[in-house]
């Protein structure tokens, strides 16, 4: 039975956490000195704990649990946003080191190993999911050429990462399933008053760039009746999100207008250009589905009298379920612990939505104090990250036990 | 009797559109070399036509009629908007030059003369209505110190201009009246298939700078109950202003919301900063109060729930009534011309406005082909320019004849 050591975890994290340190957070996007410096450190982490860890040519440092063929894999993400949280994607690593650790130090012999990853990029700073992507074999060379961060290249940036020569892949016959803690990033758990979330599904994410084209006209000599106002079809357009969109998908429903722009931008003129990007996120497909044919009528109606509007997709991520046994297996750990968890999608994409598409994936999520995330503020209760990471290792036990349990087949 | 010649006025204007001249239009914004150039060219237009031209300090050109102490003022501006048409202030400026020319030619002798303005940045490049409030003595010298164009000072830009040491101000004892030519700049006179338009009044305008504040969340972790969107935020009032503002002000009610910024501008971060530009005008200064006392209101209810949102005063013109007895004059010389004339409110500001709040003035309007201006496609039929002026020169006979016409007592 893996006892994991709470403080030792949190040392780690706090470690970690100077990697980059700004006031409260971190500031450690993927491939800037501090996240490599970082990645170093848990390399020299894994060593110690007993990993054989390597870097691969996207940075994505992987340590593997020495003897065994087979192995879960547990892991997240050390890149942060900018000006970015502490925990994020750095909690289920340092868990997975952790509980590897851990497992190491009881000593009882077996048959499945437990390999530890942190995957690069997974931001988007230069290419969203990057690490688990490349991981999974699942990235095209061209997206790798085309993606930036500002004016620098990524495979510029990916030019100074020293790297093994023929570092681990996502293996079928090796990796059993894969599992990942991470915060929640919102407040239902806190709101809820409860400890542990379990993953029932990533959402899916559509995202449009909306543009209208009207007229510039003089705003005080034009009559209301004769104007072309692409600022107004798109204002027409947010009230219908906002009054018809809930109506589709039902409670969980997500969306946000995020960016919009009107030009040329006069106080006076009537904008003769706009731009919106929307999007929303579902769990369901034809849901999704549903919602992008009614905003396309939207959009449509928003304009009548105007240029015909275009809507450019920016973003199509399907819904990813996650691993209806590995959830009970996670489940029973939490109850095993006095705590009751809570069914939940996430409405963030995390690795595990791109590992989850090849492998059976599972996803437990810790309170985010106050919803808060992706933000110096961003923080969950010691007890609380301690709590995550004993569960996780109370469902690693079970089906070290009992792989079956991560066959789909259990 | 004023017989004016309409191939020469042309032949002025198409002349002056070629200072500055980009495409089909004029680029030639306030203090720009073109500008000046083309004030030079009008200084020996005036002197031609038997005016005593100068140049103030801040660039108005002002062509005296020598010999009479008493005289009508006619004119406008020379100053374009950026890439801006080739008739807006430039018609009323050579309609008088083309009148004051043909009354000369005439011969007969009047105690009234006719004075001929072109007023400087009319447009707002560095400070709208610079010239006409300089003229009124209306200008306090700290708002031309803090005037710029981008990094450009307005006194910086006024160093190089060569000006007359005592030039010609507003003066009761001289100046019975102002009379100004301007397009339409909207499409109520084609629209209405007549070629004359009397302004009654130039509208008041109130113009605000609206910032709300909420949270920078997740998108995707977010539920939407739990958000402070800062966008939603101003969605919902602009959804509000575009229902219930014509409500208030009737079917002449005129507003505009040309920019609009969120802020961090992430597709998938819940805005928490939004900054919205709206501006509305009308002829009744009660309507405006009201409207403004709704708008506050509507922008803290829209805020509900959110940080108190700031609402920030820009501008404030208030309406100026014109002059009745100077409109009546013109309506009976458009009567004249077998023309029944429209009257209508100017929903852009003219320097008419500020001319007004001393002495009486009085505007025509002539057709804007598709109501376009500030454009490149601005236009007016010739027939309708020359018919502008025919009808402009029959006022100044008929104010001549009885100049107490313009005093209001008439």
């Given at each position: 039975m893996i006892r994991i050591n709470g403080d030792r975890l949190l040392a780690d994290l706090r470690k970690l956490a100077s990697f980059g340190a700004f006031k409260t957070g971190v500031d450690r996007v993927a491939l800037s000195?501090?996240?490599?410096?970082?990645?170093?450190?848990?390399?020299?982490?894994?060593?110690e704990a007993g990993l054989e860890p390597e870097m691969d040519e996207v940075a994505n440092v992987y340590g593997r649990h020495p003897g065994t063929k087979r192995a879960l894999l547990i892991g997240s993400h050390t890149d942060t946003v900018p000006r970015g949280g502490w925990l994020d994607g750095a909690l289920g690593v340092m868990c997975g080191v952790e509980i590897a650790r851990a497992a190491m130090e009881d000593g009882a012999a077996s048959p499945v190993g437990i390999d530890v990853?942190?995957?690069?990029?997974?931001?988007?700073?230069?290419?969203?999911?990057?690490?688990?992507?490349?991981?999974?074999?699942?990235?095209?060379?061209?997206?790798?050429?085309?993606?930036?961060?500002?004016?620098?290249?990524?495979?510029t940036a990916l030019a100074a990462v020293a790297h093994a020569s023929n570092p681990q892949r996502l293996d079928p016959a090796r990796h059993l399933c894969y599992l990942e803690a991470h915060i929640e990033q919102g407040p239902r758990l806190e709101t809820a008053q409860r400890r542990i979330g379990i993953v029932t599904a990533v959402v899916g994410i559509r995202r449009f760039r909306i543009r209208t084209r009207g007229q510039a006209d003089h705003a005080g000599t034009t009559p209301m009746d004769n104007r072309k106002d692409a600022g107004a079809a798109l204002f027409r357009l947010a009230s219908r999100v906002a009054q018809e969109l809930p109506r589709l998908g039902g409670a969980d429903t997500l969306?946000?207008?995020?960016?919009?722009?009107?030009?040329?931008?006069?106080?006076?003129?009537?904008?003769?250009?706009?731009?919106?990007?929307?999007e929303f996120?579902?769990?369901?497909?034809?849901?999704?589905?549903?919602?992008?044919?009614?905003?396309?009528?939207?959009?449509?109606?928003?304009?009548?009298?105007l240029s015909p509007p275009e809507v450019e997709p920016m973003a199509r991520v399907a819904p990813t379920p996650l691993a209806k046994d590995l959830a009970a297996v996670l489940a029973a750990s939490a109850k095993a612990h006095g705590e009751e968890p809570v069914y939940?999608?996430?409405?963030?994409?995390?690795?595990?939505?791109?590992?989850?598409?090849?492998?059976?994936?599972?996803?437990?999520?810790?309170?985010?104090?106050?919803?808060?995330?992706?933000?110096?503020?961003?923080?969950?209760?010691?007890?609380?990250?301690v709590l995550g990471c004993e569960v996780l290792a109370d469902a690693v036990d079970r089906i070290r036990a009992r792989p079956e349990l991560a066959s789909g087949r259990a």
């Open positions: 000195a501090a996240d490599l410096e970082a990645r170093r450190w848990l390399m020299q982490r894994m060593r990853a942190s995957f690069e990029d997974e931001e988007g700073t230069f290419l969203g999911f990057l690490g688990s992507r490349t991981f999974c074999n699942d990235l095209p060379a061209a997206e790798i050429d085309a993606a930036k961060c500002g004016e620098l290249g990524l495979r969306w946000n207008i995020g960016r919009i722009d009107l030009r040329p931008g006069a106080p006076n003129v009537v904008p003769s250009e706009g731009e919106m990007v929307l996120r579902h769990t369901d497909p034809a849901v999704l589905d549903e919602m992008e044919r009614h905003v396309r009528d939207w959009v449509e109606q928003s304009s009548r009298g939940m999608p996430s409405g963030a994409g995390h690795d595990a939505m791109v590992l989850g598409r090849f492998i059976p994936a599972a996803m437990l999520f810790v309170p985010s104090i106050r919803g808060r995330s992706h933000d110096i503020t961003e923080d969950t209760a010691e007890a609380d990250i």
